[in-house]
């Protein structure tokens, strides 16, 4: 019993014998033989004494004599295997030979073995070998089943057997508590039947049947109701056993309590497919819910719709009333779309794989694909018409208001629709279909749903990216102006500025070809210019105030913006805001887009003249304006294009269309103004035919306001101003062309 006796490496002859006789000689002798031998002895020379050595101290092992007066070897033994702990020690009985009543004696009383009373000490010392080792084999043995039936216990595990025919069914003990039986209870085929809920018991009856006749491995989980009530999930994994004959004789395996771990299971696996804000299926499940629905529908022949929703200006709601309005926002918005695709167009289909799919559960057909976008998947609908009909649905619940933190919003959805199998065979067609529909419902102008057509395709997404992005570039700052100085090169000074528009996108400068078209086009452009004319008007008021700036900063307009009665009153209230003149605005329009609405832009520009806002024609010479009309129109000034700036000098036409129109302006008192102005040479060619007032990267390009405040500051021209190139790059002397202005490089005319 001690462990020294049980070491491994330990010699089992430094093992303790109790050794008990009642004749001192034989003890004497027996002790000395045995401690030759490598055995530690302690003696007793009575039951009584030996009894309580033992309970002080255990021996590994004890020697017992059958014959003493008193307690005798047989009552000692007896007594002993009494005492708690003491069941297995082995003990030696010794007899007189031949002495068969005594050997069944020793037996009876609990005795591991006996030993004729003889001088053969080797073979006594080799008979304790013996009983030393087995001793030992059987605790080790005990010791692991100890440990198996902890561990089995830990893992909720046990063990059964099954044989065919009448011995039925066995559970070990930790098996029947798997099932919260104690250890004496008996669960018969028919009682675990009997715990398995009814609606389970076919199909698992089903299972072990098939099993059974294929002989095959046996590995399910089953619900079983416990005698409590409880409800657990137990996995059973059994084999066949066969007999020598190859005849199936029964089913050995473990039952194991799997409850907790599928509840884990289902934590993580709920975790991974539902949205945590609303419970919805998230992407992940959508689309392996759409993967099933359209197997579904692949089988039995019938079309799936896939319906995108997508908030209206959800980040309007997030960004004034906070993101925790935002999750209620959210929070009520896919309960009521629940409540649109619930009972009438839900998806069945079976889950939880591990039940072998025997489980049924209703699907949601409603998830949320992230941020504000839904999906509500219709698994069967028969034609384009019954999405529709949900979409509305979808639509007319969004429309009633929705309180979210104290406040009444009324939130509005766009809906994409896509069809299988018209509009996609896979999920990823489809969610990209429905996607692409649903930005055709957002170009609609929101609120809306649209069905997916082929000529979709290829617009929407990412210029309706690019057009919700714009929408926000104002509240969030990321539109910029910058200036380009109107220089009057006769005094080298800058008479005015134009305002060219920037947007930083994600960290970088977008040009205006690039949004302002798609701005036009959306609608975007009116609070676009609204916020340029107010910029404008702020920065005029900050060079006024730092370096007496009393010119004027021209916008560019589109006609849109001319069209509309209030663009007087908003120039007004801009300039009245920041305290500035009306002359501080002016207004550039391109000549094509004059010409097209001639007649409804003509009163704004009289009432614009009236309260001194200058306009600017721009692009002039690209719109083949009716001359008679500009006669009349209150404009102050004539922008020459680009394109013949560009050309002047390389081809006829250009200087001679540049003449033209000087000599138009002229006539007509207007101001002319050459804008694209690159080379000297372009500059001294617009010079010599009479235009003095220039623009161009020969200049300065468009810069941050800051960048062009030495243009500001300067009264005088620099010594070496920044368009002045060295000599022998200059195509043609300027010094004519720039009267009064120093410049020493430059070669005169021949
Ligand atoms: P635009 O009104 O004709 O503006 C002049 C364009 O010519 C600007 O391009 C300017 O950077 C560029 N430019 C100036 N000097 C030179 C030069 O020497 N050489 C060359 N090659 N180009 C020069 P930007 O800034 O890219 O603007 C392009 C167009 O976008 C503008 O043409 C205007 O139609 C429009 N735009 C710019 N800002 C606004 C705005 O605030 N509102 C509206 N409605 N349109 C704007
Ligand atoms: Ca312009
Ligand atoms: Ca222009």
Redesign the pocket.
Known sequence: MTPAATVDDEPLTAATVLLVDDDAVTLLMTAAALRERGFVIREATSGEEAIQSLVQSPPDVVVLDAMMPGLDGFDTCRELRTLPGFESLPVLMLTGLDDDASINRAYEAGATDFFVKSPQWSLLAGRLRYLLRSARTRQELERSKAKLARAQDLARMGSFDWRRGHSGLVFSVEGLRVFGMGPHEALSFRQALRLIPSEDRSTVLGILHDVIRHNSVLATDLRATLPDGRLRIVHVEAEPEFSDSGTLVGYTGVVQDVTDRRMAEDKIRHLANFDALTGLPNRRQLSWRVERALEHARRLGHQVGVLLIDLDRFKNVNDTLGHAAGDDLLLEVSRRLRSCVRHSDQVLESSLESMGGRWHRTLEAVGRFGGDEFIALLPEVSDEGDAERVAQRILEQMRQPITVAGEECFVTASVGIALYPRDGHNVADLLRNSDVAMYAAKALGRNAASVYRPQLAGKGREKLTLESDLHKAIERNELV??Y?PKIDVRTARMVGA?????WSRNGQLV???DF?PLA?ESGL?IP??EW?IREAARQARLWQDSFGFAESIA????TRLFERTDLVEHIHSAVTAYGVPHSAIEL?I?ETGLMKEVHDVIKSLHRLNEIGVEISI??FGTGYSSLAYLTTLPISELKVD?SFV?DLGLTPQSTAVVTAIIALARSLGLRVIA????TLRQMEVLHRLGCGLM????FS??LPAEDIEHWLQQTVLPRKAPWIVPADEAQAPVEAALPGIPVPSVKPRP
């Open positions: 102006l910058h380009q134009e305002a060219l528009m920037r040009p205006p070809g302002i036009e452009i676009l210019s340029a916008v560019n307009l589109p550039e391109t721009d692009d680009r560009r804008e694209g102005v690159e623009q161009g990267y020969l390009r468009p």
